[in-house]
């Protein structure tokens, strides 16, 4: 008898503490709730963290969310609220949280994310326009949707593109390859690519440049001409003379 007795005062000691655990609990949640009222979120993250050690309670780890969301620490509120979602027992807070967690993802710029925790707090509470109105708003932050066809347009766009720089590339080596049997100094074509790359932009030619180069193609028009005319008059017999 004295044994079973023993048992019971030791139940009801741990009874007792978790009791005085839940009470000073409750007395630090009402004091971070009125810092937050106030405004000084700093203090009531104090608040809530102490309620939280006391007992670890969903409603503690909701409002410790709110108290670092609204000191922008956006990473943190997400894990609280995350974890408020998936503990609490009554729609409402669930909803809530669900809500807010939607909050902190929009602010993370997290979008997709965002708008599937609105969902969730919509499926518990269907009628909360704010919500409603929170979902249309990450809807619009996401990039419009590109169908199979559009993707595939633009791998086509892109193999044609690739085809035509392969196509331009042997143009030009061939051109190249017959400017090299006229002039031996003219600079190999793999010499002449790496140049081009090495510059992000191609620079426009000044005035004299533009000008010697055209003085230099006058030059050469004119030593043609006369070696045409040297050739015509060798080819050409003379005339009788009557």
């Not at 104090?46 to 410790?64: F, H, M, P, W």
Request: net charge positive; with cysteine; aromatic share 6%.
């Amino acid at each position: 008898m004295k044994k079973f007795l023993n048992i019971n005062l030791l139940v009801a000691a741990c009874l007792m503490a978790v009791a005085a655990q839940a009470q000073e609990s409750h007395k630090w949640l009402r004091k971070g709730d009125s810092s937050y009222e106030k405004e000084d979120y700093p203090d009531a993250e104090v608040s809530y963290r102490r309620a939280l050690e006391k007992e670890n309670s969903t409603q503690g780890g909701y409002n410790l969310g709110n108290a670092t969301y609204r000191q922008k620490r956006y990473e943190e509120a997400i894990k609280h609220y995350q974890e408020a979602a998936e503990s609490a027992k009554n729609n409402q807070l669930k909803a809530n949280a669900f809500h807010n967690l939607g909050n902190a993802y929009f602010n993370s710029e997290k979008y997709k994310e965002s708008i599937e925790a609105y969902k969730n707090a919509l499926r518990l509470n269907p009628d909360d326009l704010g919500t409603k109105q929170n979902l249309a708003k990450a809807l619009r932050r996401l990039p419009p949707p590109q169908d199979q066809q559009q993707q595939q347009n633009q791998q086509q766009d892109k193999k044609d593109q690739q085809q035509q720089k392969d196509k331009d590339k042997q143009q030009q080596q061939q051109q190249q390859q017959q400017q090299e049997k006229q002039d031996p100094n003219q600079p190999r074509p793999d010499q002449q690519q790496s140049s081009e790359d090495s510059q992000e932009q191609p620079a426009d030619m000044s005035k004299e440049e533009a000008a010697k180069l055209l003085e230099i193609m006058d030059r050469e028009e004119q030593n043609v001409q006369q070696k045409l005319r040297k050739a015509q008059s060798r080819n050409k017999k003379p005339a009788k003379d009557w």
